[in-house]
């Protein structure tokens, strides 16, 4: 019986608990890899977390870290089990990014993140909507997943996965990738932590690419202080990414300054999420905080702006599958006709959607209209940050402006489900690094605040949001 | 044309709910002809990055994984549709 109660409290520990256990060997990483695959046996059936378990694999790095741990070998990370969406490559390791084109892709390699994390347990891969593309995970070619606060709604998009999988204790942490909110509004719907790095602060490389200039890689938590340990162990120059640097920005903080930008609390905000974060706003200002109300006066444009650059990015990422090297679906009598067939069956709706948006957009009649137009509107956009940030050290408000939808509910009205990216595609357009935390909830369903903060001061992010985290607890 | 361009199959007059929503897109993204840009620079890329070079060495790599996800190969070369038909 007592071993039976290990193996149920195993699976909601932080990385920080976990790893203190292990290090005073109350339990083996094998056990606590086999506590994890059992909940997973358990439980994914009703939430569809994981595209792939690797069962396999994850005993295999479980025991060579309990010989670590043996030799007094271990850090922070050594053994820990966590779950990677299924856009990142792990060698030997299917990697679909959920899309028919790659059902039986095999990775050749590791991404650069695998390998800086190749001392924990991969337990599997996450759903994902196709390439990356989406808000609510229903875009995956091959199901949807279920947010685990309340199953018949979304856990958000595009790392729903790696979300529902951390907010069901199917996994102590997860990575996820985002390209306009695809690691902070899955967050926030399923009610744990995640970060946005500042643009360049993780390597890209063996990422699937969806938009390059957008795209990060970061953790998808329990709590602040577990983000940080991931964030710190990824990050970092790479030779295989030339966009990756080792930058790392500090501001001296005495009384923090926090901006409220009042684009973020206009029209379409739900009420009850709009309350939480003045709340929470209100908390830090109780403590000494100084808030200021700011303006980034190019929000509305955001949306639009990432609308073209993204998909413009996409179609030039995406050119590759073409079911010549790997991925064949079809044949065609002609090279031209193999293409069409094998990209017309392999990628779905909102792939070729955006990949026709996208050529739209870079063609030479419309290049300048749109493509060029959504660049200079970028720099707008980063302008706007760069100016607020003269005066205050973070930006707070909403990480999405409504709370999870059911699932089905938006499907036929892909404009609404853009806008639950409102206030999360302008962070990636200028870079910034963002974290969105859980502020409350409304009928049970989570709430979650974005911090902004300049580039690569991810440091005071984590110091930041931690001041609401550890007095709230 | 340019789903053609995109090498994707003539999706858009085959497909209603492909046209409608793409038709919402775009006039959605139209909003930017409001935003005035004159002396705007372009913010194309945000990286710090400078040009990194390796040594022009050969580098040996493991093909054999990468072989194994080909759909059809001939003594470890790809096999293709050819490019040019007898008319070219």
């Known amino acids: 019986m007592r071993c039976l109660k290990k193996m149920i409290d195993l699976t909601n520990l932080t990385i920080k608990q976990a790893h203190s256990s292990l290090k005073e060997k109350r339990f083996s990483s094998v056990e606590l890899t086999q506590a994890f695959l059992n909940r997973i046996d358990e439980k994914d059936k009703e939430i569809k977390a994981y595209l792939t378990v690797t069962t396999e694999l994850a005993l295999k790095q479980a025991k060579a870290a309990d010989e670590k741990i043996k030799k007094g070998e271990m850090d922070i990370l050594t053994g820990i089990p966590c779950a990677i969406k299924d856009n990142m490559m792990i060698k030997n390791i299917k990697c679909t990014a959920g899309s028919k084109f790659l059902e039986n892709y095999i990775s050749p390699y590791n991404a650069t993140v695998i390998e800086k994390l190749k001392d924990c347990v991969f337990l599997g891969k996450t759903n994902l909507d196709e390439f990356a593309m989406g808000s609510s995970c229903e875009n995956s070619a091959y199901f949807s997943t279920s947010n685990p606060r309340d199953l018949e709604r979304v856990p958000g998009g595009s790392s729903g996965g790696s979300a529902a999988a951390v907010a069901s204790d199917q996994c102590i942490f997860a990575l996820g990738s985002d390209t306009g909110g695809s690691i902070r509004q899955p967050a926030c719907f399923c009610g744990i932590t995640g970060l946005k790095p500042t643009y360049g602060a993780v390597s890209r490389y063996g990422l699937i690419a969806f938009a390059s200039s957008l795209d990060q890689i970061g953790p998808m938590t329990k709590n602040i202080e577990d983000a940080e340990i991931v964030f710190n162990a990824i990050k970092g120059i790479d030779k295989m990414d030339s966009t990756s640097c080792d930058e790392a920005r500090n501001r001296e903080i005495n009384k923090i300054k926090i901006g409220v930008p009042k684009e973020y609390f206009g029209k379409g905000l739900d009420f009850e999420i709009e309350k939480a974060v003045k709340d929470a706003i209100s908390f830090y200002e109780k403590n000494g905080a100084e808030i200021h109300e700011i303006s980034l006066p190019h929000t509305e444009y955001a949306l639009a702006c990432y609308y073209i650059i993204a998909p413009s990015e996409a179609s030039a990422n995406l050119a590759r599958f073409d079911g010549i090297r790997y991925g064949k679906i079809s044949s065609g009598e002609s090279l031209i006709d193999y293409y069409l067939q094998n990209r017309t069956k392999g990628f779905g709706d909102e792939v070729k959607k955006?990949?026709?948006?996208?050529?739209?957009?870079?063609?030479a009649g419309y290049y300048?209209?749109?493509?060029?137009?959504?660049?200079?509107v970028r720099t707008l956009i980063k302008q706007d940050f760069e100016k607020v940030f003269e005066k205050v050290d973070v930006i707070i408000g909403p990480t999405s402006p409504c709370l999870p939808f059911k699932i089905g509910e938006l499907v036929d009205d892909p404009l609404a489900m853009y806008l639950s990216d409102i206030y999360t595609v302008s962070v990636n357009l200028a870079g910034l690094p963002a974290i969105s935390i859980p502020c409350g909830k409304s009928n049970g369903l989570p709430i979650g605040m974005q911090l902004i903060a300049p580039a690569f001061m991810e440091n005071n992010l984590f110091k930041i949001a931690k001041l609401y985290d550890n007095t709230r607890n | 044309?340019?789903?053609?361009?995109?090498?994707?199959?003539?999706?858009?007059?085959?497909?209603?709910?492909?046209?409608?929503?793409?038709?919402?897109?775009?006039?959605?993204?139209?909003?930017?002809?409001?935003v005035d840009v004159s002396n705007v620079e372009e913010t194309a890329n945000l990286s710090c990055s400078i040009n990194v070079f390796r040594k022009d060495i050969e580098e040996k790599k493991d093909n054999?994984?990468?072989?194994?996800?080909?759909?059809?190969?001939?003594?470890?070369?790809?096999?293709?549709?050819?490019v040019f038909e007898e008319n070219d």
Request: charged content about 30%; glycine content about 2%; aromatic content about 8%.
């Open chain 1, 354 to 363: 955006r990949i026709i948006l996208g050529t739209y957009t870079l063609s």
């Open chain 1, 368 to 376: 300048d209209e749109y493509y060029k137009k959504a660049l200079k």
């Open chain 2, 1 to 34: 044309m340019i789903s053609k361009i995109a090498k994707l199959a003539n999706l858009i007059s085959e497909n209603k709910k492909m046209e409608k929503d793409f038709s919402s897109i775009l006039d959605y993204v139209n909003k930017l002809k409001e």
């Open chain 2, 64 to 82: 054999a994984l990468i072989l194994e996800l080909m759909p059809e190969k001939r003594n470890n070369y790809l096999v293709v549709n050819e």
